[in-house]
């Protein structure tokens, strides 16, 4: 059995590019407060803001929280300010740098102009965002009005992320999105011509239904029809619990495309996206202009601080990942009584220095380098090095990686469409050296 067939088995999964597991503490409020004492000031971080509510459901959706009540979204935001102010006089929170905002979820672009301007003022007066800051909007086509996109742009907002998936209007239809190719286009048009923020888009391949053509037809549009500044490739998973993946049971969807033409699709995409001259800043996102930057994303794969606000959010400082209670009401208890709304922390585990070193390398589409990460730890370092070398020789042997200068192993084609099962094989086991010794 090969390597590709090898990792499409493994079921294992506790480390991975962007997760990883940790053991949970008894107190996380002492934590939290502990950490935001001890923060450094040069550590690049994010903050992320989570509106959990999405008016409908998109059926490969793993995160679909629910539909924000009458009234629901104006209490939330009201709460999710009071989260800000409150947090910011805690330790250093308010005075540390933040490199790097992201409202994500959800759909924050459900949120009223009013609601975009009390965020926005509130993070501008609580928190010392860089100059450069990446304030980052995440949405969908359907209800971005302009009104909206004008109270984002006059507090800050220098980039809108937009899930358009694909523009294929019958693909997008059979999974739940409303807007037609025509709406998705105009929407991303009218973001360009404020000429404030970076655009960038999300595609993905492996939907049900999609074509080899469709896809390419997807770059074409996302390249020659609209003025975009970024563009990001995903893969399309289907967890069991999705409604896409009931549907694909009972026969009612078609089946998704085989892993040999997700391949096909990555390639498709890659090639096309060299082929305009497109910056490859990550294994999956491209810039098409200077403005487009990824910050966010850079950051938080290196496994940077994040600073989570929100039901649901998660992120990270020092020594711990804390996760924000899911419960409507019990979030809003916490922060009325000015608690932050954490349910659990887990301390991070010892390997995550050197795996946070590896997923930025990964990241980045620099290749692999075990030496240069494991440099980090004199004491692991060895053990790091030996224990992981039978993959890098057999991923050579495979060409998923390609010598390069400097001890640098790169990726080929099919390494980086398999770069996160092999992330995921290389993190686990630098995992077991630490366990062992
Ligand atoms: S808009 Fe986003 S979060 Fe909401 S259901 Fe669709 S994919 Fe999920």
């Not at 090969?2 to 409020?29: E, F, V, W």
């Not at 949405?139 to 909206?148: E, H, L, P």
Request: net charge positive.
């Amino acid at each position: 059995m090969n390597t590709a067939s090898k990792l499409k088995q493994k079921s294992k999964r506790r480390r991975g590019m962007m997760g990883c597991a940790g053991d949970l503490i008894k107190y996380p409020h002492s934590a939290w407060q502990k950490e935001a004492t001890v923060l450094n000031m040069n550590e690049h971080r994010t903050l992320y803001i989570h509106i959990p509510f999405c008016n409908a459901r998109c059926s490969f959706c793993l995160f679909y929280f629910g539909k924000a009540a009458s009234g629901q979204l104006d209490i939330y935001v009201d709460m999710l300010e009071k989260e800000l102010e409150h947090s910011a006089c805690k330790g250093k929170l308010g005075s540390v740098p933040v490199n790097a905002v992201y409202f994500g979820g959800g759909t924050p672009t459900d949120m009223t102009p009013e609601h975009f301007t009390r965020l926005l003022s509130r993070l501008k007066k609580s928190y010392n965002l860089t100059n450069d800051c990446e304030i980052t909007i995440e949405g969908r086509v359907a209800g971005f009005s302009d009104d909206k996109i004008k109270a984002c742009i006059d507090n800050g907002v220098n980039r809108f992320s937009i899930g358009v998936q694909t523009f294929d209007t019958a693909l997008r239809r059979s999974f739940g999105r409303i807007a037609d190719q025509g709406k998705t286009i105009d929407l991303l048009t009218r973001l360009h011509s404020y000429n404030q923020a970076a655009v960038t888009i999300d595609l993905l391949y492996g939907l049900p239904g999609q074509t080899l053509e469709t896809w390419i037809e997807d770059q074409r549009i996302a390249t020659e029809m609209v003025p975009l500044d970024g563009i990001c490739h995903y893969s399309l998973g289907v967890p069991e619990t999705v409604p896409l993946a009931k549907g694909i049971i009972n026969g009612s969807s078609p089946a998704p495309p085989d892993e040999n033409l997700c391949y096909e699709m990555y390639k498709a995409g890659e090639h096309y996206m060299k082929n305009i001259g497109a910056v490859c800043l990550s294994v999956k996102h491209y810039a098409l202009t200077n403005r487009e930057r990824n910050a966010n994303n850079d950051i938080s794969v290196h496994k940077n601080s994040c600073l989570p606000f929100g039901i649901k959010a998660g992120g990270r400082i020092g020594d711990y990942f804390f996760y924000q209670t899911g419960a409507f009401d019990k979030y809003c208890a916490m922060v009325k009584e000015g608690e932050k709304p954490i349910e659990t922390a887990r301390k991070v585990p010892a390997d995550y220095r050197v795996c946070g070193i590896l997923a930025g390398q990964i990241s980045r589409n620099l290749g692999i380098n075990v030496e240069k990460a494991a440099a980090v730890d004199e004491k692991h370092k060895g053990a790091i090095i030996e224990s992981t070398k039978h993959f890098l020789r057999e991923w050579l042997s495979e060409r998923l990686l390609l010598e390069g200068l400097n001890g640098w192993l790169r990726f080929s084609s099919k390494g980086l469409f398999l770069h996160k099962k092999m992330a995921t094989e290389l993190f686990e086991t630098i995992a077991d050296v630490y366990y062992m010794n």
